[in-house]
């Protein structure tokens, strides 16, 4: 089944401004699932930021994926997932420049043509560019009466609900499961070929508003043989790294009855995550010769994927020598699970067409690539906590709770909590509101300390051990290279003083002396000790945190070699050991100093590695959240 597809363009606000004249003279490119046949464009209107077009644009034999029914056939065209827009400033001379896109799920739009438009936010491509501005649009459907309600997105909830994929929330007397009824499906598809790990499986993908849903099904022969593991997983949509898309692969499988071949044309991608998981998706393109087309026994008998991908096996019987085969994705109420609809279509030549996995393959790395640019700029989670703000007993900074942990350790009347950085953390915004500082230290003290360290993060308690010793965190200080000093800074460090039993403090600097020279020049740099009486400064010598991430980076593409003849070499060269040994070291010598000698101690950089060994406590995920 399919309909006509209207987009009516109506005008855009507060885009880029790319001319020389501090204009730009936008366009529009308009298409579904970025297919290059069916592109329609607006009209060029030159110099202005506020563009008004009011066009209408139809694409027609569009089908959506609720309107695709298992027994429907091919003749409708391919499903159509994503509405792609593109806003390009036109010049004469050099190539145009990009101003944002917009993805649109296909699946939210409906047949109400007097809906009111909606302004919709123009994103990146890539993850590096700066775009701002909004678009208005219109989209509905017509040639079509009526809309069906989809009812896969309750039996997808269902479905991760069985395999414990939901995450309990507590929400004023009950609890809820996180993401529920907010979640829906915007793409979905079976039978495609899962690698993870080195394993294989055929699984079911659903690509919701919050996360990519692998189902995976065990075919026939291995069930039998008790072999293999459930892959199934689900993956948050910010957790996705990276997508790449590989195009015409060959695969090739050998038919065991009668020792012929069959090709098929594949398409696959990679999904890296920045939890180190790696995930091959496999969409494929069936292509039979005469002599290669397997009988219907040859699917009910054979324990490969391929065969799998085919369902229910004895609707077979009739299209398996004639017609290619590929599958819609329903649920059926009977059997309560998601399962497949065999169709076929041939050419008129004879040849097979490909089934509609390559084309759902393509509409997936689309809207995988546009997620990852866009990370963060407007979380799902947001409607979760709309629907459930009156209720909900969670918030950022609950989840660490600042003085409850300070009256865990036993503090002491000489340490007073302050409201200096009050609800606006006028101070440091990274900061809780309330802190720890030593007793009788104004808020003149305070905040003037606070303008002489980095981005406002004055040194203020976070550990006190019970021989009374204590950790203060702190960024470096704005010296730069004329040595600038702050009398406020150092009272705040003297008063800390004078709470130690030894009255003595290191101040722990995470960076090297070269690195910390270095920042002097940039205005910021280390402690003048010789301003600080009684206070030892010690280096820790541990590269920035550039260096670590790339280390990281390199171990994730080692960890992916497992071929590399030479991969302990090339786990070595990452240095990502030798880093990881180091900040252990150094926070032991922190925890050390804490524990057993006598001074108190001031650290920066790593102090929150520093705070994980100081007790078992520390291990758990509530005391390491600041």
């Known amino acids: 089944m399919s309909c006509t597809l209207v987009v009516e363009v109506l005008k855009a606000r507060d885009i880029l401004a790319l001319d020389p004249n501090g204009r730009s003279d936008p366009y529009c490119i308009i298409s579904v699932d970025g297919a290059s046949e069916q592109q329609q464009k607006t009209e060029v209107l030159s110099a202005t930021l506020e563009p008004h077009w009011n066009k209408s644009f139809k694409f027609t034999d569009t089908t959506p994926p609720h309107l695709w029914k298992p027994d429907d056939t091919m003749s409708g065209g391919p499903i159509s997932h994503y509405l792609r827009l593109e806003m390009w400033d036109h010049d004469m001379l050099n190539r145009d420049d990009f101003m944002g896109m917009l993805v649109l799920p296909l699946v939210g739009v409906t047949t109400d043509k007097e809906l009111q438009a909606s302004w919709y936010k123009l994103t990146r491509s890539q993850s590096k560019q700066t775009i701002t501005g909004e678009i208005q649009l219109k989209v509905y459907y017509t040639n079509i009466s009526k809309l069906p309600i989809w009812t896969i997105h309750r039996e997808l909830r269902s479905t991760c609900a069985s395999h414990n994929f939901n995450i309990p929330v507590l929400c004023g007397s009950k609890t809820v499961e996180f993401p529920g009824v907010t979640e829906y499906v915007e793409l979905c598809v079976k039978g495609v070929f899962v690698e993870i790990s080195s394993q294989r499986s055929i699984a079911q993908i659903f690509l919701t508003n919050y996360r990519l849903v692998i189902l995976c099904e065990m075919n026939r022969v291995r069930l039998q043989q008790d072999v293999g593991s459930d892959l199934s997983m689900w993956i948050g949509l910010g957790n996705i790294m ?74 077979l019987s009739s299209q398996v020598h004639t017609n290619a085969i590929y599958s819609s994705i329903y649920f059926d109420q009977k059997q309560q699970r998601f399962v497949n609809k065999v169709h076929s279509s041939v050419q008129g030549d004879g040849r097979l067409l490909p089934p509609p996995l390559k084309y759902i393959g393509d509409s997936l790395h689309i809207r995988l690539t546009h997620i990852i640019a866009n990370v963060g700029d407007a979380s799902p989670s947001y409607q979760f906590h709309k629907k459930n703000k009156e209720n909900l007993q969670i918030t950022g900074w609950d989840l660490y709770n600042y003085p409850r942990e300070l009256d865990r350790q036993k503090v002491s009347k000489e340490w007073d909590l302050s409201a ?101 020049i940039m205005g910021k740099g280390t402690e003048d000790v010789s301003r600080y009486a009684d206070c030892k400064l010690v280096h820790l010598n541990i590269p ?83």
């Open 420 to 520: 200096a950085n009050g609800p606006d953390y006028k101070i440091c915004s990274s900061y809780p509101q309330l802190l720890y500082f030593p007793h009788s230290c104004e808020d003149m003290i305070i905040a003037g300390s606070a303008k002489f360290r980095s981005k406002g993060r004055l040194p203020c308690l976070v550990w006190v051990h019970r021989n009374k010793n204590f950790m203060l965190r702190c960024a470096q200080p704005l010296i730069g290279a004329s040595g600038k000093s702050s009398i406020e800074d150092e009272s705040l460090i003297q008063k800390a003083l004078r709470t130690s039993p030894n009255k003595q403090m290191i101040i722990f600097d995470a960076r090297s002396v070269l690195a910390a020279g270095g920042n002097k």
């Open 242 to 315: 990276s997508v790449e898309k590989t195009q015409d692969d060959k695969m090739v499988r050998r038919i065991t009855t009668d020792g012929s071949k069959q090709q098929l044309d594949s398409m696959t991608l990679t999904i890296v995550c920045h939890d180190f998981r790696t995930i091959k998706l496999t969409f494929t393109a069936m292509e039979m010769s005469a002599s290669a087309q397997p009988s219907c026994s040859h699917y009910t008998e054979l324990g490969d994927p391929v065969a799998a991908v085919c369902g229910n096996y004895t609707e």
């Open 544 to 626: 920035n945190i550039h260096h670590v991430r790339e280390s990281l980076e390199q171990l994730r593409v080692v960890c992916h070699s497992s071929a590399n003849s030479k991969w302990l070499s090339s786990l070595e060269n990452t240095q990502w050991l030798f880093y990881i040994s180091l900040i252990l070291k150094v926070t032991v010598r922190v925890r050390v100093c804490v524990h057993k000698s006598n001074s108190s101690s001031a650290a920066w950089g790593y102090s929150k590695q520093s705070l994980q060994v100081m007790h078992p406590w520390c291990h758990c995920s509530s005391s390491c959240m600041w």
